[in-house]
């Protein structure tokens, strides 16, 4: 491309300061200046010409850099024209056309040694057919703009939204779009109605023209492009609530440096206590860091505010390892630092693939279940504080409102009983199928065989950002950078934040929603005071809702695990389970935890997941307790050979026969002694 080019010598003047300057000398990247007024001074190169008023006097300025992302949307003939129009150019400022080889000469009319420029442009208008003023405009416009300055401007002009629609109508357009925010959605045709109505309302009928009818729906669907103006209300108040400025990413540098907790209902149908198909909620804890979800709870209806304060308990403890789960889902088969944590806390042993994340700071909305005086006071207990986000602005907590859609995403959806985001999605006759209380165990195990071992599209690495981490894996590495060490709850600080119920201490134990939990060490405290008026001498009882099996009471004399009474009977179906699982973790000592086990887990978990509970298990588990409660029923004689015909003993081989125990009462009475 032709153009001088700026290049600051000595002896140039300048301008600078508000004065103009002489450049004396050049040394490295420093310049030395003398003013007018006699005064020197020594510049770096770049403090002087990043001044606003910096100017290279009597000097010509280099063209503009050429456009060359709008060079390559313009049409392909346009772009070909502007460089034929640039190749006669060339050849009229140097005699020769671009790109030719060696040793050829110029044509008749362009040698620079024996015409001036005017002769080669008078030349040049002569051999295109255009004026001598064409080429010497063409020529200028080259010179300044490049490549872009030959370009025919009709090609590059800009498409105006409104046309050539009156401004009257375009603001009516403007105000009525905006006022169907909160509006149901309607159609086109009210919309220009309304349209036409107010305008007429405001400059009277007949003053504004109207756009034809095809043109009128041309200009709605422009101005309401991208506001959902005509679909679904709720995305277009979603959309409508996005703030105006740049979004602004969350950022933390070490675990627990922010949490963020929201609740939202999950989109599966779950059986509550009395058999009736809810809704549940979920409320989850994020870490910002690490992305991991530090834990996570299910309530049917509506999540308390003992909930919440619930949810910082499971956060703060060790998930422990549970019958059924894989061994590749323990914490000393992943990536997290298992010798360190287990050397800080010997529960870390026996836990799960989560790490325990103490939060410094939690991120909360306006709920009644955060912003109430049950959760205020066990974050203060934590020493944590509490920092709310604004009102109607959801992008302040952008992280958990981002994981609510991954847990649908890659959870939600699998299970059974899912019913979609709304009636639009629903299928017909979805069925609740799981209960609360084993959705929930379902759900654990997905936080970690489904989240904490995923790769993560926001942990990538620095250094390679083609590598996504797992919440694990970014777990550990800020831990080696920051020094992190995480110190869980002990069991007292655990039981404090647990839901709290009170109760009287009668002979029969404590009874909390219709189950009786007893112990010997309650003997010296039945029927008594507990000392507390305000409470009407009722003891202090905590609770966990996701563990029945016990409950804790505070005494004089400290806390009494006490169990509840019909504990062996509901988990003896179970007892065949566990023994299963623990033959396949001894057939499984000595391997390595690869990611192909980890994701046969996770299949099989959503599999699981997805058709249900077993029924038929179920009824085997209840026809077992009766018989494991009663005697044997009487056999019947047994069948001779020649008695049995082929075809009976074929039925009898293939049936399988389940009997059903025969109630006893001196045999259960004996139990009750």
């Given amino acids: 491309m032709v153009g001088m080019r700026s290049v600051l010598r000595p002896g140039d003047r300048i301008g600078f300061d508000g004065d103009e300057h002489l450049v004396t000398g050049l040394a490295g990247t420093a310049v030395?200046?003398?003013?007018?007024?006699?005064?020197?001074?020594?510049?770096?190169?770049?403090?002087?010409?990043?001044?606003?008023?910096?100017?290279?006097?009597?000097?010509?300025m280099p063209p503009a850099t050429e456009p060359f992302g709008l060079l390559e949307a313009l049409p392909p003939e346009v772009v070909a024209t502007a460089e034929r129009w640039r190749a006669h150019l060339v050849e009229v400022e140097t005699g020769l056309p671009p790109d030719v080889g060696p040793g050829v000469l110029p044509r008749p009319g362009y040698d620079p040694q024996t015409t001036t420029l005017a002769e080669r442009q008078r030349v040049k208008a002569g051999e295109l057919g255009v004026g001598f003023r064409t080429i010497e405009l063409k020529r200028a416009r080259y010179t300044a703009q490049g490549l872009w300055g030959l370009v025919d401007q009709r090609a590059a002009r800009t498409f105006e939204v409104t046309g050539q629609a009156d401004a009257r109508v375009v603001e009516v357009l403007r105000e009525l779009i905006t006022g169907e925010t909160d509006a149901s959605t309607g159609t086109r045709s009210r919309l220009i109605r309304r349209a036409v109505k107010r305008v007429e309302e405001l400059h009277g009928v007949g003053v504004v023209p109207m756009p034809g009818r095809t043109?009128?729906?041309?200009?709605?669907?422009?101005?309401?492009?991208?506001?959902?103006?005509?679909?679904?209300?709720?995305?277009?108040?979603?959309?409508?609530?996005?703030?105006?400025?740049?979004?602004?990413?969350?950022?933390?540098?070490?675990?627990?440096?922010?949490?963020q907790i929201d609740s939202t209902p999950i989109d599966v149908m779950v059986l509550a206590a009395?058999?009736?198909?809810?809704?549940?909620?979920?409320?989850?804890?994020?870490?910002?860091?690490?992305?991991?979800?530090?834990?996570?709870?299910?309530?049917p209806v509506g999540t308390k505010a003992v909930d919440a304060a619930l949810l910082l308990a499971r956060m703060l403890v060790p998930e422990p390892m549970r019958p059924g789960w894989s061994s590749a889902l323990r914490m000393s088969a992943s990536r997290l630092p298992h010798r360190r944590l287990v050397d800080i806390d010997a529960r870390m042993r026996e836990a799960a693939a989560r790490p325990v994340i103490v939060p410094d700071q939690v991120v909360i909305d306006h709920g009644k279940v955060f912003v109430s005086d049950t959760f205020t006071r066990a974050c203060g207990r934590l020493g944590i504080s509490i920092q709310p986000a604004r009102k109607d602005t959801p992008t302040d907590k952008g992280v958990v409102e981002a994981t609510f859609d991954a847990i649908k995403t890659l959870f939600a959806q699998h299970c059974a009983g899912f019913k979609g985001a709304n009636v639009q999605q629903r299928g017909r006759a979805v069925a609740a199928e799981w209960t609360l209380e084993e959705l929930q165990d379902l759900l654990d195990e997905w936080l970690i065989v489904g989240w904490q071992h995923r790769p993560h599209d926001a942990l990538r690495d620095p250094h390679a950002p083609r590598r996504m981490l797992t919440?694990?894996?970014?777990?550990?590495?800020?831990?080696?950078?920051?020094?992190?060490?995480?110190?869980?709850?002990?069991?007292?600080?655990?039981?404090?934040?647990?839901?709290v119920k009170w109760r009287a201490i009668n002979d029969y134990g404590i009874r909390i929603d219709h189950r009786t939990y007893d112990s010997p060490d309650l003997g010296p405290h039945r029927r008594q005071h507990s000392g507390l008026t305000g409470r009407r001498g009722l003891w202090e009882v905590h609770h966990d809702p996701y563990d029945l099996a016990r409950v804790f009471v505070r005494t004089p004399d400290g806390w009494i695990t006490v169990p509840w009474?019909?504990?062996?009977?509901?988990?003896?179906?179970?007892?065949d389970f566990t023994w299963r699982h623990a033959r396949r973790l001894a057939a499984e000592t000595g391997r390595d935890v690869t990611e192909t086990e980890v994701?046969?887990?996770?299949?099989?978990?959503?599999?699981?997941?997805?058709?249900?509970?077993?029924?038929?298990?179920?009824?085997?588990?209840?026809?077992?307790?009766?018989?494991?409660?009663?005697?044997?029923?009487?056999?019947?004689?047994?069948?001779?050979?020649?008695?049995?015909?082929?075809?009976?003993?074929?039925?009898?081989?293939?049936?399988?026969?389940?009997?059903f125990g025969v109630f006893d009462a001196e045999t259960e009475a004996k139990k009750w002694l």
């Fill in 215 to 259: 043109t009128f729906y041309a200009l709605v669907d422009r101005l309401s492009a991208g506001r959902h103006t005509f679909g679904s209300a709720a995305t277009r108040r979603q959309l409508a609530n996005r703030p105006d400025t740049a979004f602004t990413p969350t950022l933390a540098s070490r675990p627990g440096e922010q949490v």
């Fill in 565 to 575: 009474t019909h504990r062996a009977m509901v988990s003896a179906p179970f007892a």
């Fill in 599 to 659: 994701a046969r887990a996770l299949d099989a978990l959503l599999t699981r997941a997805e058709h249900g509970p077993d029924k038929t298990g179920r009824r085997v588990a209840a026809r077992t307790r009766t018989a494991a409660a009663a005697h044997r029923p009487p056999t019947a004689e047994p069948t001779t050979a020649q008695e049995t015909s082929p075809a009976t003993a074929a039925r009898v081989e293939q049936t399988t026969v389940i009997p």
């Fill in 32 to 60: 030395r200046l003398r003013s007018d007024s006699g005064v020197e001074q020594v510049l770096l190169v770049g403090h002087l010409t990043a001044a606003s008023d910096f100017a290279v006097l009597d000097s010509v």
């Fill in 274 to 299: 009395d058999g009736v198909p809810v809704r549940a909620d979920l409320t989850i804890a994020v870490d910002v860091a690490t992305r991991t979800i530090c834990a996570a709870v299910l309530r």
């Fill in 471 to 499: 919440p694990n894996e970014r777990y550990t590495a800020l831990v080696a950078v920051s020094g992190y060490l995480p110190l869980p709850l002990t069991g007292t600080d655990y039981l404090e934040l647990l839901p």
